[in-house]
T-cell receptor
Framework: NAGVTQTPKFQVLKTGQSMTLQCAQD?????MSWYRQDPGMGLRLIHY???????DQGEVPNGYNVSRSTTEDFPLRLLSAAPSQTSVYFC??????????FGSGTRLTVV | SQKIEQNSEALNIQEGKTATLTCNYT??????LQWYRQDPGRGPVFLLL?????KEKRKERLKVTFDTTLKQSLFHITASQPADSATYLC?????????????FGRGTQLTVWP
């Protein structure tokens, strides 16, 4: 199993650009989540999903969209990038009632 | 919403001693609580999950307790080693939530020196 795969690992965007961060898991996990991690702020939940076709907002959803058309994939879309979205983004997945498996992260810089 | 507080940002202990990390929450008692380890530049790694009806859980040198009266979980690493140096995070689900809505504390950075 590859686990949770995030692409790209690094990305630089200009303010106003849009992009999609990809996340795929091959463990048939029901739950998937996106977090951002900033110095001094810890991990903050952006969006999450409890199954294909079901998504919901976390703590900091503004400026981000998600969809879950399949169990395996959970892409995160930045609609119009802002410098405040400079962060490290983690995707994670879990089976019901178990701990999360995290990806290796995407380091995003918005200039 | 839930506020999660982890004890002091950094904890330094000598090799062989027991490290004790604290996670306090302020509002409702969650159905379970999780602990993760994070190394610099890496994603968190799941360590243990303890449910509200479990007072204590162990895994090798790790021990977690969960006191719903005190609204606190303690995470112990016995016989600590320099390789245990990392940031440790506790995480709680939202009230009445499935596992999907999981919130993290800011973590405690543990350094074990020889």
């Amino acid at each position: 199993n590859a686990g949770v795969t995030q692409t790209p690992k690094f990305q630089v965007l200009k303010t106003g650009q849009s992009m999609t961060l990809q996340c795929a898991q091959d463990m048939n996990h029901e739950y998937m989540s996106w977090y951002r991690q900033d110095p001094g702020m810890g991990l903050r939940l952006i969006h999450y999903s409890v199954g294909a076709g079901i998504t919901d907002q976390g703590e900091v959803p503004n400026g981000y969209n998600v969809s879950r058309s399949t169990t395996e994939d959970f892409p995160l879309r930045l609609l119009s990038a802002a410098p405040s979205q400079t962060s490290v983004y983690f995707c994670a997945s879990a089976p019901r009632d178990k701990g999360y498996t995290f990806g290796s992260g995407t380091r995003l810089t918005v200039v | 919403s839930q506020k999660i507080e982890q004890n002091s940002e950094a904890l330094n202990i000598q090799e062989g001693k027991t490290a004790t990390l604290t996670c306090n929450y302020t509002n409702y008692s969650p159905a379970y609580l999780q602990w993760y380890r994070q190394d610099p530049g890496r994603g968190p790694v799941f360590l243990l999950l303890i449910r509200e009806n479990e007072k204590e859980k162990r895994k090798e040198r790790l021990k977690v307790t969960f006191d719903t009266t005190l609204k606190q979980s303690l995470f112990h690493i016995t016989a600590s080693q320099p390789a245990d140096s990392a940031t440790y995070l506790c995480a709680l689900p939202d009230r009445g939530s499935t596992l999907g809505r999981l919130y993290f504390g800011r973590g405690t950075q543990l350094t074990v020196w020889p």
